[in-house]
């Protein structure tokens, strides 16, 4: 890296951070957040709750083990950009199809290469997640802090990442049928369902609760998805009229989104969870579960009071809930991911315990 930074970041406090471009050099305004996990940027690439966003990976060496087809958690990658300190285009895996600067090209995803990426998550960490601006070297910071300033964020990420049509997954006679809420849904969630007897049928962020009533499922699905849970009113009011019709299961965005139907609020986290190293104790065992996790927002302690919910998990790090569950409605959720993809698999017993819900419950007779 001899020559001089070609790539800059305009932080919208007027920071900057300069570096080398690697996958698409569109300009970009995103919000800037951090991910601390040492493995699996090409399941961060690929994850739809990363929409719009610009992730700073903190492990150092970024692309060495390249690109594997049957790793992508969607079909159409939708984050904003990947901000690491070294960039390996050449990688050494037998399994890799290819370099991940060529997928980030080919679906118009950003990266600069050669930032601080300590000196940048320090920031983050301590003034909070915020819009920044990717942009040529040469964009001064006068200009760049006027585009930023005239920049407003989209808040229609969920309806560009769920299925448009509902969709099948699973064999026709599987022991049980899941109806997937698909708010930006992951592959592996899907794997972890069909794995346990299940067959998924998906449907859009925005169906209706007489369509999930109409397929007769044995349980329902919340999947994970970008943005705030607020800015989905209509799968809120769906999700609030299906409580107590089968078994529900929220993960991530969906967990937020079942608290906001029984009556809880949610509100921003200073600079979310992302990773794969996240403590998270279970109340009802007294175990602490390493999660991986994603998310900008977290359910308000204090509003529960006047729901049924009763807090199941708690975050270690900073108190915040990270599970839910009601047992006369037959519902729970869980802030993090128990599917992992990536990160560790200690709460995959999670999705027993859904399997074990649509079992006793006697089916979708």
């Not at 199809?97 to 320090?122: F, H, N, P, Q």
């Not at 407003?152 to 560009?160: C, L």
């Not at 809120?236 to 029984?262: D, M, N």
Request: aromatic share 8%; hydrophobic share 35%; net charge negative.
């Amino acid at each position: 890296m001899a020559s001089e930074p070609d790539r800059k970041i305009i932080m919208e406090d007027g920071q900057e951070y300069y570096g080398y471009s690697f996958g698409s050099d569109k300009e970009k305004i995103l919000e800037i957040v951090f991910n601390t996990s040492m493995a699996g940027y090409q399941e961060i690439l690929s994850d739809p709750s990363y929409t719009d966003q610009a992730v700073v990976m903190t492990y150092p060496l970024i692309g060495n083990y390249g690109m594997a087809d049957d790793d992508y958690e969607t079909d159409v990658p939708t984050i904003g950009a990947l901000i690491v300190r070294e960039y390996n285009g050449e990688p050494s895996n037998f399994r890799s199809a290819e370099a991940l600067g060529d997928v980030m090209s080919r679906y118009g995803i950003c990266g600069i290469s050669g930032v601080d990426t300590r000196k940048l998550t320090r920031s983050i960490r301590d003034r909070g997640s915020r819009k920044a601006l990717l942009t040529s070297a040469d964009v001064s910071l006068e200009e760049g802090l006027r585009r930023l300033g005239g920049y407003e964020p989209a808040r229609d990420a969920v309806s560009r990442v769920s299925c448009r049509e509902p969709r099948v997954f699973g064999a026709e006679d599987a022991r049980f049928h899941v109806a997937a809420v698909d708010c930006g849904m992951k592959r592996n969630i899907v794997r972890s369902l069909v794995g346990r007897g299940c067959r998924v049928t998906a449907v859009p962020w925005n169906a209706s609760a007489e369509l999930i009533r109409s397929l007769r499922p044995d349980g329902i699905f919340l999947s994970n998805g970008p943005g705030d849970p607020t800015d989905v009113p209509e799968t809120i009011e769906t999700v609030r009229a299906l409580i107590g019709f089968r078994p529900i299961f929220g993960i991530c965005l969906g967990h937020q989104i079942l608290s906001l139907a029984f009556g809880a609020k949610t509100y921003k986290l200073k600079f979310g969870h992302r990773g794969g190293n996240h403590p998270v104790k279970d109340l009802e065992t007294g175990r602490v579960e390493i999660t991986s996790q994603n998310h900008s927002y977290a359910v308000d302690a204090e509003s529960l009071r006047s729901t049924p919910l009763t807090v199941t998990h708690l975050n270690l790090l900073d108190g915040t809930v990270e599970g839910l569950r009601d047992e006369k409605d037959r519902v729970f959720s869980v802030q993090f991911h128990p599917e992992s993809s990536p990160g560790p698999r200690d709460s995959g017993h999670l999705f027993d315990r859904f399997i074990w819900m649509m079992e006793v419950s006697g089916g979708n007779a």
